[in-house]
């Protein structure tokens, strides 16, 4: 019975890491603009979530039929969904032949251990949303339901459409039982609950510990803007190529750069699009406004290796348009050649730089020690929260009056202490 949960299992194993690097960014935003710091903790147990979350989803969708299996004729009678709740009990007494033993019931069911299996299925569920969300057993008993509610719409549906008729059945003791897995899982880790101290807490004390900015969420804000920018000047440089020639492309695209990088920081006070969703600004080590002649000399020395080697393939696809089809024959191997050791070169430069920066004491790179430009975090979302739950308590104070004593509030009738001095005992 456990072979036909090894290839489910071993699909989430293959399909983990893609889709781990593909949620990285999306996760880093999210943790850097609520937590203002991506620690090691919270990491793993994000990390640990998606896994769960693969492996779960495999289990209940995998092994797919094969194209050449008629779905609907094979699985007639899971068209119609099961909405009678304790079905199972019905299906471990058929499974067990009406015997009454250890083994027939229990042992050698599989009505028993698929319930089992329910049950486990979304108990690592209700352990996240304890130790990592903080939220409380109906939290996490809806998290189960609506989880298990997504996974029999899957199945039912036929994974959405792609095959004509449900391939597995759509039960409401499987409703049930995950939910209650969930927050089986959210009871069981209780103790360990009181004993680890929350992730919140691990955040506000890396933030303490450190005085820069978290090199992560510096390289994240890097990568939306370069980002933004592949996606911008491509379309731009086209449409300039069609209405001019292909040196004013290159001239759009330069300009686009100093744009994206220098002027449009310079105008907006140090945002740049990739800075302004990661929470930071740039300014001058003082604090002050970056002036312009900063910002350009910050991203110059940021993007000279790929600007130089840009420039390079530049004058070498000019010269194979000028040589015709003999030339471009002999120059189009030398032409991959520069873009191939042309990218080692900037991957080895910025590997030494992302080196050099962080034995730095400040963790500064050239481009900011250089340009005198650095960035400086904005308030993270628990921060402001902070901030307006501290702001709230402070207008609903009420204001002193002047020159008067300071009254102590009376203590209630419960508490109030005998004539020994000693407060009465708690019923």
Request: aromatic share 8%; net charge positive; hydrophobic share 55%.
């Amino acid at each position: 019975m456990t072979g036909a949960y090894l290839l489910p299992l071993n699909t989430a194993a293959m399909l983990f890491p893609a889709l781990a690097l593909l949620l990285s960014v999306p996760v880093a935003i999210v943790l850097y603009r609520r937590h203002g710091i991506m620690t090691r903790w919270r990491t793993l147990s994000v990390l640990a979530f998606v896994y769960f979350a693969i492996s779960a989803f495999c289990l209940v969708v995998v092994p797919l039929p094969s194209g050449a299996v008629d779905v609907c004729r094979a699985f007639p009678t899971f068209r119609h969904p099961q909405w009678t709740p304790g079905m199972f009990v019905a299906d471990m007494w058929k499974e067990a032949h009406h015997q009454l033993s250890f083994a027939a019931l229990i042992w050698h069911n599989s009505a028993f251990w698929q319930t089992v299996f329910n049950l486990l299925l979304l108990l690592p569920l209700g352990v996240f949303v304890r130790l990592h969300l903080r939220r409380g057993l109906l939290a996490a008993t809806l998290a189960g339901f609506g989880a298990s509610l997504f996974f029999e719409l899957t199945q039912f549906t036929g994974l959405w459409g792609i095959y004509p008729c449900p391939y597995r059945l759509f039960a409401v003791d499987d409703l049930l039982a995950n939910a209650a897995g969930a927050s089986l899982g959210w009871l069981i880790v209780a103790p360990l609950a009181r004993r680890l101290p929350e992730l919140n807490t691990l955040d506000d004390r890396a933030l303490a510990a450190g005085d820069t900015v978290p090199f992560g969420r510096r390289l994240v804000a890097l990568l939306l803007d370069a980002t933004g920018l592949l996606l911008v000047a491509p379309p731009v440089s086209f449409v300039v190529t069609l209405l001019g020639d292909a040196e004013t492309a290159v001239v759009t695209a330069a300009a686009l750069t100093v744009l994206w990088f220098v002027v449009v920081p310079w105008l907006t006070g140090g945002f740049t699009p990739g800075k302004r969703v990661l929470l930071l600004r740039l300014t001058a080590r003082d604090g002050s406004r970056p002036r312009l002649g900063a910002l350009a000399l910050r991203a110059a020395v940021l993007a000279a290796p790929p600007l130089v080697l840009l420039l390079a393939v530049a004058l070498l696809f000019v010269r194979v348009l000028e040589g015709g089809a003999t030339g471009s024959a002999m120059m189009l191997p030398a032409l991959a050649a520069v873009v191939g050791c042309g990218a080692l070169v900037c991957l080895g430069v910025y590997l030494w730089a992302l080196r050099a920066a962080r034995r730095h004491p400040e963790g500064l790179g050239h481009h900011e020690i250089w340009s005198g430009v650095v960035n400086r975090p904005l308030p993270h979302g628990r921060a402001r929260k902070r901030e307006r739950a501290a702001a709230r308590a402070g207008a609903g104070a009420e204001p002193e009056t002047p020159g008067a004593e300071p009254v102590a509030p009376e203590a209630p009738a419960a508490e109030a202490t005998d004539a020994a001095g000693k407060a009465p005992a708690r019923p």
